[in-house]
């Protein structure tokens, strides 16, 4: 990564060691900071954020998406991100900062903004922690968290209130574990990652053998491994493997109610949308993007750079690397929107060949009885 200009450093520490919810900061000084420029007052002042449609004096919005740009000319927020490219058609009574992705711009101060609140540290007297474990430098276990036998903390990791961390496990840097979270035992989780609410890292995966009229367990006894840099939505689950290791690599993002089956190898960058399920062994390849409640069926591979859009589902055949697919089972994104035309009125299609097959037999008795 290059080195940042110095006058972006010191806006950097700034906006590190100030809290915005209480500064104000001029449009000159924030377009400093995301090395943009400014269009209309650089003095004018924000100390907090709002939504463009819902924009107020002394806020910050940002317009990414054109189809909320009507909104840039009514809204009384005092700043607006915009990116390079865009030349209103009306006039603006707010102030632009221009960048080259304003939605990147938004998340670089609202990231500034987490750092700044302030971060707890120490170790909570109710707190349950092995005497065998090793807890780095500046973390923080909360209220009642539970830290087994030879589990490894990395530094400035948090635990919070109710977390269970089992033993055996290990956790990286700067971590962030959020109350009633479940780490079963030999799990591993890198650093950087954030475990949100009720996630459940490591459970048994669904194995079970068939015999006469009932199921005999299979035992679980691999683990799951997230890499650095990955964040599991609430109450998302992870099952660990029959043998070996369930894989989340690096930059993974998982929404909420999101379910990764046994044994299942998730590839770099990839981010699943709500409610999404991955059936055992699958594998899903590097920054493929998944909408809410897409099902992969087991032990097929997914490509590189595959979309699947909301609800898709598929058994692996013919998904090529780089392609969107839509519907399930699910095909291209170019024959789904042409098929969709189509299926409203496959009704009425049905009403009409039937139609046309009856006419048909009775053309044929006709030029018979002739």
């Given at each position: ?58 806020t910050l919005t940002f317009l990414a998406n054109p189809k909320y740009e009507h909104h840039i ?298």
């Open positions: 990564m290059s080195a940042l200009p110095l006058e972006t450093e010191v806006n950097l520490q700034r906006f590190k060691i100030a809290n915005i919810y209480k500064m104000e900061f001029t449009a000159q000084q924030i377009a400093s900071f995301l090395n943009g420029t400014v269009s209309g007052d650089p003095e004018v002042k924000v100390n907090n954020f709002s939504k463009i449609e819902a924009g107020k004096p002394g000319y009514s809204t009384e927020a005092s700043i607006v991100l915009v990116n390079n490219d865009f030349t209103p058609s009306e006039p603006v009574r707010a102030t632009l900062i221009k960048v080259s992705n304003a939605y990147a711009a938004l998340a670089m101060l609202l990231n500034m903004v987490e750092q700044a609140k302030p971060k707890k540290i120490g170790v909570d007297s109710s707190a349950c922690i092995s005497a065998t474990a090793t807890v780095g430098s500046d973390c923080y276990i909360g209220n009642f968290a539970y830290v087994g036998e030879n589990v490894v903390i990395g530094n400035n990791s948090k635990i919070y209130p109710y977390a269970y961390v089992g033993d055996g496990v290990k956790i990286g840097d700067n971590t962030i574990v959020y109350p009633h979270v479940t780490i079963y035992e030999g799990c591993i989780v890198g650093s950087r990652c954030i475990l949100h609410a009720g996630s459940v890292i490591g459970a048994d995966g669904f194995g079970f053998a068939p015999e006469g009229e009932k199921y005999n367990k299979i035992p679980q006894l691999g683990n799951v491994i997230l890499e650095d840099d990955v964040e599991i939505g609430a109450n998302t689950t992870i099952d660990r493997a029959v043998m070996d290791s369930t894989i989340i690599r690096r930059g993974v993002k998982l929404d909420n109610l999101v379910q990764i089956a046994h044994n299942v190898e998730i590839g770099e960058n990839t981010v699943m949308a709500a409610q999404v399920g991955i059936a055992g062994s699958a594998k899903v390849g590097k920054h493929c993007m998944f909408g809410g409640q897409v099902g992969i069926a087991g032990h097929i591979s997914i490509p590189d750079k595959v979309n699947f859009g909301a609800q898709a589902g598929t058994l692996g055949t013919g998904i090529k690397e780089g392609e969107t697919y839509l519907g399930s089972p699910a095909f291209p994104v170019k024959d789904f929107m042409r098929s969709s035309v189509i299926f409203p009125k496959l009704p009425e299609l049905y009403r009409t060949i039937g139609q046309m097959q009856r006419e048909i037999e009775q053309l044929k008795k006709d030029i018979t009885n002739k």
